[in-house]
Nanobody, 124 residues
Framework: LVQLVESGGGSVQDGGSLRLSCAGS????????MGWFRQAPGKEREAVAA????????YYADSVKGRFTISRDNDKKILHLQMNNLKPEDTAMYYC?????????????????WGRGTQVTVSS
């Protein structure tokens, strides 16, 4: 069974920080390409960040650049998203996702495995 499980969501005040984690298991291949996405009610799912298999290559949506940091621990099979200076517009359900190959890293349709999500709420 291939699965991703997010954790670390919660409620925080404007300007606060949260660290999301995503634990992977059951993958038939090692170190997939990974991404974080988010979706607010009534809105389309949007990319937040993506990271390559080694952790060297990272990509960020303009809206979070400089505030969020994506990283991974391949030994523990865990993906992280450090979120600093959170704003009310960051409020959404956050999902981690995996794909076997590179390309279209900020396109949600390119990812084949998804977690169930963790809620992040930022109050003003």
């Amino acid at each position: 069974l291939v699965q991703l499980v997010e954790s670390g969501g919660g409620s925080v005040q404007d300007g606060g920080s949260l660290r999301l984690s995503c634990a992977g298991s059951g993958f038939p291949y090692s170190n997939p390409w990974m991404g974080w996405f988010r979706q607010a009610p009534g809105k389309e799912r949007e990319a937040v960040a993506a990271i390559g298999p080694s952790g060297v290559d990272t990509y960020y949506a303009d809206s979070v650049k400089g505030r969020f940091t994506i990283s991974r621990d391949n030994d523990k099979k865990i993906l992280h998203l450090q979120m600093n200076n959170l704003k009310p517009e960051d409020t959404a359900m956050y999902y981690c996702a995996a794909k076997e190959t590179g390309g279209r890293l900020l396109d949600s349709l390119a990812y084949s495995v998804w977690g169930r999500g963790t809620q992040v709420t930022v109050s003003s």
